[in-house]
């Protein structure tokens, strides 16, 4: 009995290890990850079924590979129009020994790389992309993910077939995409990994344990990219950020699981192999020379933070000129108002004061219960308490999260 | 789940061998150490999800006659 349990959770492990590879490596031949993913399943079943019983293989990603591909060809042999398909893949199962997977690295690769922009394609919606993403790269079975999301199996197994059928109804070619195209595929794939990094990182106390598990999936998965894709800077930048946001997993919240912002953060809590790696990442977006893209920018701002030991010891002025540029490449009325606050601590309150006024017409920023509360602040620093008392109440007024309303009356009634 | 695997060798080969781990985006940091006869020679610190996935990891890693150890950091 412990003998099966312990050889299942090997197979758990191996298949976590070994799909993406194995998916991707079928839907090179078959050219439809949908059908590939159900071949590769196929295999795992078929090592659920054998290897308790004759053990673990010495290379297990290699029967894997071999079963799933010899499922493949028993599909593709029932429909009559995949002759040509069929001899390529028998060519290729003669080919696969044992230790095929270690000189073709390259040829793995590309393919997973290939599975990667396939899976995150712009032709699926978010949840989509996130759900193919975790399962077919990510190796998570459908129970996890809904775990993760907090959502229903059926809705994420539901989001799966769909996803699939999507990608085959769309046609879209199994590949690394080129020239143009590249950037905005890019773009869509980082921002999937970034989004199962924040549902991780905004997992609280009572979540199930599957939830900042995401972050660490996030993490792994972007390193990954980041070896398949070296020569693209945002890929390390997006890992930098990850890196350094990770590191403070542990000083983010108190005692009673209420959030302790960044400057009031025990920093001898901070996970101080992360940050190191965070800022070696950022140093390999920077080598390659590229003109900044939001990730890198923000993974700058975060390193800015993760270089001070000390509060007090942050680069104020850099940070406003860090929101300056990430306010060009992706303008926001919030990047404006962060940029504000880094004004003022770097050159004092009535610089922040004079942004805020700036931008205190924008249209997204009404009824934005942060914009008052900042310029209370700078009010405050200013000694000018009764124009800040009306802004913290304005700002009370305006926000839905209970604690953050009565922590703005308290500074209102302050300033009497 | 953060797993320290110390190697035992007479020559260094930690910090040789850490492509595998390194693609797989588990690999948090590695090193020699100083050699001592047939002491520890080296050292990879990892994050995966599992023992299992851990020995797995290891076992995939081109390595000459050597002696593993696989040790479980504590979560804090």
């Known amino acids: 009995m412990g003998a099966t349990t312990s050889v299942h959770r090997t197979i758990d492990a191996v298949w976590r290890m070994e799909s993406a590879k194995v998916i991707a490596a079928l839907a090179r031949y078959v050219r439809d990850v949908g059908l590939a993913e159900e071949m590769a399943q196929d295999a795992l079943v078929a090592a659920l079924e054998q290897w308790p019983a004759e053990g673990v293989p010495k290379n297990p990603g290699a029967w894997l590979m071999t079963t799933a591909k010899r499922r493949a060809i028993d599909q593709i042999r029932r429909r009559e129009n995949f002759n040509r398909k069929v001899e390529e893949i028998g060519r290729e199962v003669q080919e696969v020994t044992p230790d095929a997977s270690e000189g073709i690295e390259d040829e793995i690769g590309d393919d997973l790389l290939s599975l990667i922009f396939t899976a995150c394609h712009p032709v699926l919606g978010t949840e989509a992309r996130v759900a193919l993403t975790l399962k077919m790269l990510g190796g998570l079975k459908t129970e996890e993910i809904a775990r993760a999301f907090l959502v229903s199996d059926s809705t994420v197994a539901q989001r799966i077939v769909r996803a699939k059928k999507a990608l085959a109804d769309a046609g879209v070619p199994f590949e690394v995409p080129e020239g143009p195209e590249l950037a905005t595929r890019l773009a869509s794939v980082l921002e999937v990994i970034y989004l199962i990094f924040n549902e991780g990182y905004s997992a609280t106390q009572g979540d199930h344990w599957m939830r900042p598990e995401l972050c660490a999936e996030a993490l792994r998965l972007g390193r990954v990219l980041a070896e398949l894709a070296p020569k693209e800077a945002e890929v390390h930048g997006l890992v930098a950020l990850m890196e350094i946001q990770a590191s403070r997993a542990k000083a983010r919240t108190g005692p009673g699981g209420e959030p302790v912002l960044l400057l009031d953060q025990d920093r001898s809590k901070w996970d101080w192999l992360l940050i190191g790696r965070g800022l070696k990442a950022l140093e390999r977006a920077e080598a390659l020379n590229q003109p900044p893209g939001p990730y890198y920018v923000q993974a700058a701002l975060a390193a800015c933070h993760a270089r001070a030991r000390k509060a007090e010891d942050t680069d104020w002025q850099r940070i406003a000129s860090l929101y300056q540029v990430l306010a060009q490449i992706s303008p926001s009325p919030i990047v404006e108002l962060n940029r504000a606050v880094a004004l003022s601590m770097a050159f004092g309150p009535a610089a922040g004061l004079a942004l805020v006024d700036e931008i205190a017409g924008e249209k997204a920023l009404q009824g934005y219960h942060l914009l008052p509360s900042v310029r209370g602040d700078f009010l405050v620093k200013l000694g000018r308490l009764k124009e800040a008392k009306g802004e913290f109440e304005k700002a009370a007024s305006l926000t839905r999260n209970e604690r953050e309303k009565t922590l703005l009356l308290e500074r209102a009634a302050a300033c009497d | ?76």
Not at chain 2, 14 to 40: I, K, M, S, Y
Not at chain 2, 41 to 64: K, M, N, T
Request: hydrophobic share 50%; aromatic share 8%.
């Open chain 2, 1 to 76: 789940m953060r797993f320290m695997v110390f190697v035992r060798s007479p020559k260094p080969l930690a910090a040789l061998h850490t492509d595998t781990l390194l693609r797989a985006g588990v690999l948090l940091d590695a090193g020699d150490l100083v050699p001592h006869a047939f002491g520890v020679s080296g050292y990879w610190l990892i994050d995966v999800r599992s023992w299992e996935e851990a020995v797995e990891r290891v076992r995939r890693i081109p390595l000459p006659a050597c002696v593993v150890e696989i040790r479980e950091l504590p979560v804090v």
